[in-house]
T-cell receptor, first 112, second 113 residues
Framework: AQTVTQSQPEMSVQEAETVTLSCTYD???????LFWYKQPPSRQMILVIR??????QNATENRFSVNFQKAAKSFSLKISDSQLGDAAMYFC?????????FGAGTRLTVKP | DVKVTQSSRYLVKRTGEKVFLECVQD?????MFWYRQDPGLGLRLIYF???????EKGDIPEGYSVSREKKERFSLILESASTNQTSMYLC????????????FGDGTRLSIL
């Protein structure tokens, strides 16, 4: 079964600085999708960014961007100009036509 | 916006009780999911449904069952609650196939005493 590994249980960043959250996954597939979800404290989990494996270009959404390394099976999330509202649990996820897997999560703290 | 509504934010039950967690979505999504979220373990899939009356076991179905009588509603049932089922339960929905982005409810924090 495919697995998703987030090796950083907790991370912290100073407000306005940049932080990178790591994610690796294991798969033998060539077509799949990767996601980063954000779960703020006591609030709903929402999708932050999505990457199609067949696309070489890294996805970006405003201050959020990914570094997708298909050969290395790595999918890191970079948050630029961190804001207090970025504090949350971040989950990396892998999806294909008949499967979806989540990592264990990284708790991000933003220091004012 | 997609709305996924879970019936309770907090629930306290006793061991041996039959517990129902309800989830309703308003976007006509075919797929619906129940996850369990525990610290250090992330989200683990309990069951999912890809159509009315259709269900598939996830990674940890033991001790749980589900019901989907209508497209918008997906219920998780703890047949005989036990203390090791104390957890946060998340419901989600999406269009098919499974790699489509999922929309989540607020979660139900269930405590079994």
């Amino acid at each position: 079964a495919q697995t998703v590994t987030q090796s950083q249980p907790e991370m912290s960043v100073q407000e306005a600085e940049t932080v990178t959250l790591s994610c690796t996954y294991d798969t033998s597939e060539s077509d799949y999708y990767l996601f980063w979800y954000k779960q703020p404290p006591s609030r709903q989990m929402i999708l932050v960014i999505r990457q199609e494996a067949y696309k070489q270009q890294n996805a970006t959404e405003n201050r959020f961007s990914v570094n997708f390394q298909k050969a290395a099976k790595s999918f890191s999330l970079k948050i630029s100009d961190s804001q207090l509202g970025d504090a949350a649990m971040y989950f990396c996820a892998y999806g294909k036509i008949n499967d979806m897997r989540f990592g264990a999560g990284t708790r991000l703290t933003v220091k004012p | 916006d997609v709305k996924v509504t879970q019936s309770s934010r907090y629930l306290v039950k006793r061991t041996g009780e039959k517990v129902f967690l309800e989830c309703v979505q308003d976007m006509d999504h075919e797929n619906m999911f129940w996850y369990r979220q525990d610290p250090g373990l992330g989200l683990r899939l309990i069951y999912f449904s890809y159509d009315v009356k259709m269900k598939e076991k996830g990674d940890i179905p033991e001790g749980y069952s589900v019901s989907r009588e209508k497209k918008e509603r997906f219920s998780l049932i703890l047949e005989s609650a036990s203390t090791n089922q104390t957890s946060m339960y998340l419901c989600a929905s999406s269009f098919p196939p499974l790699y489509q982005p999922q929309h989540f409810g607020d979660g139900t924090r269930l405590s079994i005493l």
